[in-house]
């Protein structure tokens, strides 16, 4: 696709389920992000990939989040348990790591996830 | 790790004048330093960047300037225009091939006609 892709947009789920969230980056990219933004806030970091490596997983904020990206392109996040203060929109993006030029950061339209 | 501080919070601007948000960063090894606008509801836009090894950049009616020394770098946009009403996010980065962003909280910009 032209862009970055994210499924679902919206989910609604109850506290202590599971949900994975879906990225596809735009192609040839090899930098993927993953960000949650919380109403009236900025973008949060989570995790950054490099690959198919998690090159920096510092924004994780505790061990029920995680985040894979086994063929270097598409990548799901994956909450565990998860808690009403989970919700928040997740963003993804991805860039072409390396570039001289610029070092933009493609922002899909996110995944807005409610936990009830 | 590095913080990104951003003012104001909420910015209000009649159409015409001049808007200028600030942003302060921690880390000294941070070295690019993006601008973000995302409208009500849609995904985050880079409007303009700029690397440490330049103090300022201009592209049309938007310019940043950086200063390295005091760790603070600005958007200026001039003549504005109802369309440019967003949130505009500062952010910082380190490394060669970019490594994570940190954003700062944003700016709510109105342009009121």
């Known amino acids: 696709g032209a862009g970055v892709s994210q499924t679902p947009s919206n989910k609604v789920t109850e506290k202590g389920k599971y949900v994975e969230l879906r990225c596809d980056p735009i192609?040839?990219?090899?930098?993927l992000y993953w960000y949650r933004q919380s109403l009236g806030q900025g973008p949060e970091f989570l995790i950054y990939?490099?690959?198919?490596?998690?090159?920096?997983d510092s924004g994780l904020p505790n061990d029920r989040f995680f985040a894979v990206r086994p063929e270097g392109s598409v990548s799901t996040l994956k909450i565990q348990r998860t808690e009403r203060g989970d919700s928040a929109v997740y963003l993804c993006?991805?860039?072409?790591?390396?570039?001289?030029?610029?070092?933009?950061?493609?922002f899909g339209e996110g995944s807005r996830l409610t936990v009830l | 790790g590095e913080n990104v501080e951003q003012h104001p919070s909420t910015l209000s601007v009649q159409e015409g004048d001049s808007a200028v948000i600030k942003c302060t960063y921690s880390?000294?090894?941070?070295?690019?330093f993006p601008w973000y606008k995302q409208e009500l509801g849609k995904r985050p836009q880079l409007i303009i960047d700029?690397?440490?090894?330049?103090g300022e950049k201009k592209d049309q009616r938007i310019a940043v300037t950086l200063n390295k020394t005091a760790k603070h770098f600005s958007l200026h946009i001039t003549e504005t225009q109802p369309e440019d009403s967003a949130v505009y996010f500062c952010?910082?980065?380190?490394?060669?091939?970019?490594?994570?962003?940190?954003f700062g909280k944003g700016t709510k910009l109105s342009v009121k006609p």
């Open positions: 993006a991805s860039s072409f790591a390396g570039s001289v030029n610029t070092g933009e950061l493609f």
């Open positions: 192609s040839g990219h090899t930098a």
């Open positions: 990939f490099q690959g198919t490596g998690a090159a920096d």
């Open positions: 880390d000294s090894a941070s070295n690019y």
């Open positions: 700029i690397r440490s090894n330049v």
């Open positions: 952010a910082a980065s380190k490394g060669g091939s970019q490594g994570n962003l940190i």
